[in-house]
């Protein structure tokens, strides 16, 4: 646990609505070519372990990640695992190796096409088989239940998420790899049609294909590269009860307790990027990691401006990482998910080297 | 190495074709449940839940952790799914072993299932893929042609393939858990039931089974507050390759090899057949044991079916090296468990808790599985004596 981990690459691609022919190996490639270029390195031959996160549902066949595998060009074998989360866990579980001293270094990423299936309908597939799946409660509907009932309980009004939504899209402005950006106001898009009440489709993060990839290392491998870095301090992660009934759904108790793990002291935060599938969720995060209101939140315009399903979590941790080492921030948080209504969390510390 | 980390329980289900009085929840529920109470333990001594299983097309449970939380005590915990094909079972254990080996967890519990009566693997095997080679075939179909061609580069005797099916199958008579169980098959039994892929016949194929799988693993200073024997980890690796590139050998892949040699250098193996006492290896066909004993360096090149034929793998020939006592794939197979079944059985045996297929006096373990076309590899060492 001693070992100093750093963050010393990242790539995404930009967040397509279709990415039409492209297989999921033609849109790893680039991020893969782009965080290569960006330690010096040649191929995942020169790291000492992979790490990907995928989802087989999203492909539509079994087995997603052996073609990712493909595009490694693992001759000869590699140390190589997945993880059939969002690559922000595949980042965890390489975390894990180097803190061990199974590797110096390791490389991981994440991908997915959402296009090509109906995302929320494939998501209620996540949910008890016996009980709930059968029912094809979808995504959205999901978080739309949990947003009625923060408007109900009067803990957010409908101007919040819109709020929440015009920030988004104003920050994505200047990210170039965003799908959604541009001026709105709060008025604006409270005008727009309710799409599942209380959601309207900007509270909803677009269906977007593509990928994104990291590389992590030992302080030492770092300074070898002599490449800039940011300080991975800490790392973690909670899930809780599947049974929506059992928990509260206006906040978010795993959140907090990964908090209190990593004692992540909001109060020297400057940027943080949360993975919120929806605004109100975002609003949900932001009270449950108690964050200042000098804290930038999702200065990228996060994933309600284009959400690579699996890639999403891990992109957080690299927009965080690209703006220490732009000087933008010299400590940041990340914030990944999974499951329904926010049902599982990940945070990740990051600091200037 | 990391931290020193032991396996101090293990619980697994039993197998069968269809296990109808459980959900799939259930299922893991009993594995785990069986694990925590070899360990004497409760789910609030647990730090951390692995899961892993194959394919999620199988069940149709889109990344199932996520409903599964509950049933393993995991609320309020880390909990991570591994999915690495069907080596998945060894490398979840590996997964949940470097959550200690780290020192980030004290204690966790890892767990692997399939409920293959709720699932339709075949179908889910055979999706078809945009610019992709439609196999449709399912895995035997897959590996017979290079059994055909380990066949023809060893010159070995046809029937070597029915003699490891008869020898797992009795290995797995010992065995109350096993799916399948044939105490009296017969060489001929085997032979004359149905071809299904030349070479492989019905018999010499792995059953599809309900079962999960559960270990817990535990840092160097819990392991006395369970009060059975510990199996220390000696070793760990994983290795993966394409599943086709020019010049790939497919009979016996690199990364076989390359995961043998990781995994021996750090248990300290330079003779795998005399020193080991016993292994669990991930043989879903009948011919995979003699060109894993060849892979894994237990024969040379093209000797492998020499050790099935002299019985040096049959705990019932006394055999030197008895590989797959507990029955194996070929009597058990809940596909994303099976992997972690062969870690656990390993594991057992150096604890001197395997009853009735127990190898006596067995100090030192192997415990392996492979997936995909043969391309991911996942192994690992277990000891009795701490290092």
């Known amino acids: 646990m001693d070992i100093d981990i750093c963050i010393v690459a990242f790539s995404q691609s930009a967040c397509l609505a279709q990415a039409g022919a492209a297989n999921e190996v033609e849109l790893i490639m680039p991020e893969l070519e782009a965080v290569y270029r960006q330690v010096g390195i040649s191929n995942a031959q020169d790291v000492d372990f992979v790490c990907s996160g995928s989802c087989d549902y999203l492909q539509g066949a079994a087995f997603a990640f052996v073609s990712g595998v493909d595009a490694l060009g693992a001759v000869p074998p590699i140390q190589e695992s997945h993880v059939e989360m969002d690559a922000a866990w595949a980042l965890y579980e390489a975390v894990l190796k180097i803190r061990m001293g199974h590797a110096e270094s390791a490389l991981v990423y994440g991908f997915s096409k959402s296009s090509p299936g109906e995302l929320p309908i494939v998501l209620s597939q996540q949910l008890d088989p016996y009980y709930l799946a059968p029912q094809w409660i979808d995504s959205i509907s999901l978080a739309a239940l949990q947003a009625r009932l923060m408007l109900d309980r009067g803990i957010i009004e409908l101007s919040d998420m819109a709020a929440v939504v015009a920030s988004s899209r104003r920050c994505a402005i200047e990210n170039k790899k965003a799908q959604l950006s541009g001026q709105f106001s709060v008025s604006d898009l409270l005008k727009e049609p309710e799409y599942v009440s209380p959601l309207r489709r900007a509270d909803c993060s677009p269906i977007s294909d593509g990928a994104s990839a990291m590389i992590i290392c030992t302080k030492s491998k770092a300074e070898e590269w002599n490449v800039p870095f940011a300080r991975l301090v800490g790392i973690d992660h909670r899930i809780e009860t599947h049974n929506l009934g059992m928990r509260d759904l206006t906040t978010s108790h795993s959140t907090r307790l990964v908090a209190e793990a990593l004692s992540i002291h909001s109060d020297s935060l400057d940027i943080a990027e949360l993975y919120a599938p929806f605004s109100h969720q975002q609003l949900i995060l932001e009270k449950s990691l108690e964050l200042r209101p000098e804290t930038d939140i999702n200065p990228s315009g996060g994933v309600l401006a284009g959400n690579l399903m699996m890639a999403s979590g891990l992109s957080r941790v690299g927009e965080v990482f690209d703006r220490i080492v732009d000087g933008k921030a010299s400590r940041g948080l990340a914030h990944a998910t999974s499951g329904p209504c926010l049902q599982h969390n990940l945070l990740a510390i990051l600091e200037r080297g | ?387």
Request: hydrophobic letters at 40%; proline letters at 6%.
């Open chain 2, 1 to 387: 190495m990391g931290e020193l980390a032991a396996v101090v329980g293990i619980g697994q289900t039993k197998y069968a074709s269809r296990r109808g009085d459980v959900s799939i929840a259930g299922l893991v529920r009993e594995a785990a449940g069986n694990a925590l109470e070899d360990a004497d333990l409760g789910f609030k001594d647990i730090d951390a839940v692995v899961i892993g299983k194959a394919p999620d097309m199988f069940e149709g449970v889109v990344m199932p952790e996520i409903y599964l939380t509950d049933a393993l005590g995991a609320n309020g915990k880390p909990m991570l799914r591994v999915h690495t094909a069907g080596s998945v079972g060894g490398s979840t254990a590996l997964v949940a072993a470097s959550h200690v080996q780290s020192g980030t967890f004290r204690r966790v519990l890892t767990v692997t299932f399939e409920k293959q009566s709720e699932s339709n693997a075949m179908w889910a095997l055979s999706s078809p893929q945009p610019f992709s080679v439609h196999l449709n075939a399912g895995a035997g179909g897959y590996f017979a042609p290079i059994i055909r061609e380990y066949i023809r580069r060893s010159n070995a005797p046809s029937d070597i393939g029915i003699m490891v099916a008869v020898k797992d199958r009795l290995h797995g008579a010992r065995n109350p858990l096993s799916h399948l169980n044939l105490p009296n098959i017969s060489h001929q039994e085997v032979e004359d039931s149905m071809m299904l892929w030349d070479p492989i016949r019905f018999l010499e194929a792995c059953p599809s089974s309900d079962g999960a799988c559960a270990m817990i693993i535990a840092n160097e200073e819990l392991v006395s507050e369970s009060p059975k024997p510990p199996a220390w980890i000696l070793g760990g690796a994983m290795r993966s390759e394409p599943t086709i590139y020019a010049g790939r050998d497919e009979v016996n892949p690199r990364a076989g090899r390359d995961c043998a040699k990781e995994v021996y250098a750090q248990a300290g193996i330079s003779n795998p057949r005399r020193q080991f006492d016993c292994a669990e290896v991930y043989v879903p066909f009948s011919w995979y044991e003699p060109m894993w004993l060849e892979n894994l360096g237990f024969a040379d090149q093209g000797e492998g079916w020499r050790l099935t034929l002299d019985g040096a793998t049959s705990l019932d020939e006394g055999g030197d090296i008895p590989w797959n006592c507990s029955g194996g794939v070929l009597s058990s197979n809940p596909i994303g468990a099976s992997g972690m079944i062969r870690f656990a059985e390993a594991a057992r045996q150096v604890r001197g808790d395997a009853d009735q297929h127990q190898v006596e006096n067995a100090q030192l373990a192997l415990g392996h599985a492979y997936g995909g076309g043969a391309q991911f590899f996942s192994m690992w060492v277990v000891g009795a004596r701490k290092p």
